[in-house]
């Protein structure tokens, strides 16, 4: 029996494995082992043999490392030994890394010292009184508007070329103003057609929108508006299909003014944000998006860069898609960086931030490889981070208990960058290049108690956590204040959804912009509602000042005025008409024919003007009667 055992350890040594398509080496490995066993059976009949467990008939039979190694080393395999398999470097150093518990002390990060460009705050002379009007021309300059204009009047007369078939005239700057005011007295007063701001019957009997402008010109205006030039989008057009179309050529002279002035204007405070927006839109366009958690699935996404306190938008840029996302660069761009990292480097303007600018942003973004660059360029970084991102460390040494509590918290720090789980709801990933791992902070949250009662309790919560939670919203504040009043409204052209947008921009950051200006003259802000409001009105007001400065102005010889014939009250007097008439209408009456240096400047007739006797007026009232 001794002789048996090293050919039975030989064969145990023996590694199975699944395989569908084995039938052959099962058959071999069967008569291998009956072989060895009946041989050896007659010699030791009376000893108590177990036999080996059977071999299923859908496996097959394969040497293990050490089996191979032990018959390559006696001379009986006929293979070369396989190697044993070693760890990976970066296995070994998962293998070293362990998850810290919230008792566990950790390092203090180094801290970068704020120093924005300029104060935090509006960039614009804050000892102006500036009215709504006059914030929102900074973002509509005057050159923008005389572009669109112009523009508008090409594409009508381009239109009317091709055969269409409406009422026109020529838009001007007062028709333009006018046209604004409606579309935001649209995002005020919500109907379910436009016609409906013109009917007459009750309850859409709307006084403001008739008495400016009539529907069929407002229509008309609309129909025709365009934001480019005609012939050079036609020269565009042209290139469609090849790299050099631009897919946004249609918004260029409104897009870039609004961002350029966006990024003036304001001076965002320590903590930003970045995020998505997303402008709902069923157009049939390559570059529209669905993003499926987003409140608005469907449209064209734009990457925002706002202001977490106030909401300001501070930088943006819209998506072109996947291919050709065409991101607006500053310099090469560099090969092997995702999208969630060019995003935030396009709308990181380094040379109008400054340094020490601590950046939010979502486990789209997050990565050491985007926190890195922009600790490169002195700005610290904190977002939720996705467990299968590069870089996320994998061990799982010392992790969670298969049902840990509300609260509990784990941490590692690879040199500048703490990775946290902390356990909410569910377990939440969050990386950070300047918080601590923990300091003691807490939150409030709902418990569930001995009793199973759910009750508010105190949980632990790490700073990142805390701190993201707080300054993540910056983005979301924005479209919030957007989507309040919003003008957006339907059309078959997407560039007018872009202007629609554009619109609302450029109202929210002219009402953040009063809030701090008023804020610093120690001032009570005017609510969004009444912002919008007055800003309704002074554009109104606006339309007819520029008439007014249009209109001709009055002259001696075309406006009914009081003149003196002569340099003195005494020179060149003359009968008053008047008095004349009267006298000889009324014999008997104490009318007099008197004398008067004053005569209308229009009519060239002599009028008397004193306190007793104002015929100037009383003939220019018989004259209007007349009329």
């Not at 191979?68 to 760890?87: E, F, H, I, T, V």
């Not at 995702?338 to 340094?355: A, E, I, N, P, Y």
């Not at 014939?565 to 003359?574: A, S």
């Amino acid at each position: 029996m001794a002789e048996i055992k090293p050919e039975i350890m030989t064969q145990a040594d023996i590694k199975i494995e699944d395989s569908s398509d084995s039938a052959t080496m099962n058959e071999i490995a069967s008569q291998t082992l009956d072989q060895v066993y009946d041989d050896h059976n007659a010699k030791d009949e009376d000893e108590k043999y177990v036999p080996p467990p059977r071999i299923s008939p859908r496996r097959r039979l394969e040497r293990s490392p050490s089996a191979s190694s032990s018959s390559s080393s006696d001379g009986s395999g006929g293979g070369q030994a396989s190697k044993r398999p070693r760890l990976a470097a970066g296995d070994f150093e998962a293998q070293q890394e362990r998850w810290h518990s919230k008792e566990e002390p950790d390092v203090e990060p180094p801290t970068l010292k704020f120093e924005p460009k300029h104060p935090p705050g509006p960039r614009i002379d804050t000892t102006v009184n500036w009215s709504p009007l006059s914030l929102f021309k900074l973002f509509f300059s005057s050159s923008v508007q005389h572009t669109i204009i112009n523009n508008t009047n090409g594409n009508a007369a381009r239109r009317l070329a091709q055969g269409a078939r409406y009422k026109w005239s020529p838009l001007s700057v007062d028709k333009f103003y006018i046209f604004l005011s409606i579309i935001l007295f649209s995002g005020l007063a919500r109907t379910h057609s436009r016609a409906d701001y013109w009917r007459r019957e009750w309850p859409y009997n709307f006084s403001f929108p008739k008495s400016t402008m009539s529907r069929d010109r407002f229509e008309a205006i609309f129909w025709s508006l365009h934001l480019s030039d005609v012939t050079e989008d036609e020269e565009n057009e042209k290139k469609r299909g090849t790299p050099q179309f631009d897919k946004l050529f249609k918004i260029k002279p409104l897009y870039g003014e609004i961002v350029n002035t966006c990024n003036s204007l304001f001076q965002p405070n320590k903590d930003i944000s970045v995020d998505e927006r997303m402008v709902a839109s069923k157009a049939r366009i390559g570059f529209r998006q669905y993003m499926k958690d987003k409140p608005t699935k469907c449209g064209y996404k734009l990457f925002v860069l706002a202001d977490s306190k106030t909401g300001y938008t501070c930088n943006f840029f819209v998506y072109q898609g996947k291919d050709e996302s065409k991101v607006k660069q500053r310099g090469p761009k560099e090969d092997g960086l995702s999208l969630s990292v060019t995003s935030v480097m396009d709308l990181m303007r380094f040379d109008l931030l400054g340094k020490g600018y601590h950046l939010y942003v979502d486990n789209f973004y997050t990565s050491p490889v985007l926190f890195n660059k922009l600790a490169q360029n002195h700005i610290a970084a904190c977002g939720t981070i996705r467990a299968n991102r590069e870089g996320f460390p994998r061990t799982t040494t010392n992790d969670f208990p298969k049902n840990p509590e509300r609260g509990d918290m784990r941490w590692i720090r690879k040199g500048n960058l703490l990775f946290v789980r902390w356990v909410d709801t569910k377990i939440v990933n969050v990386c950070s290049s300047f918080h601590k791992a923990y300091s003691g902070a807490t939150t409030l949250r709902k418990l569930k108690g001995a009793d199973g009662q759910w009750q508010r309790g105190v949980v632990h919560v790490p700073d990142a956590c805390k701190d993201y939670n707080m300054h993540m919203g910056g983005v979301d504040l924005s479209d919030a204040l957007i989507n309040y009043y919003s003008v957006h409204g339907k059309t078959m052209r997407w560039y007018k959804t872009f202007f629609y947008h554009f619109i609302d921009i450029a109202v929210v950051n002219s009402y953040i912009l009063h809030k701090a200006v008023a804020s610093t003259r120690n001032q009570t802000p005017l609510s969004h509602k009444r912002f919008r409001e007055v800003l309704m009105r002074e554009m109104v007001e606006q339309a007819k000042a520029i008439v007014a400065e249009a209109a001709p102005r009055p002259s001696l010889t075309n406006t009914c005025m009081p003149v003196y014939r002569g340099k003195t009250g005494t020179q060149d007097r003359r009968k008053c008409v008047v008095c004349a008439t009267k006298a000889k209408q009324m014999p008997g009456s104490k009318a007099k024919e008197m004398k008067t240096p004053i005569y209308c400047s229009k009519c060239n007739v002599s009028l008397c003007l004193v306190p007793e006797r104002n015929c100037f007026l009383e003939y220019h009232g018989m004259v209007l009667q007349t009329e």
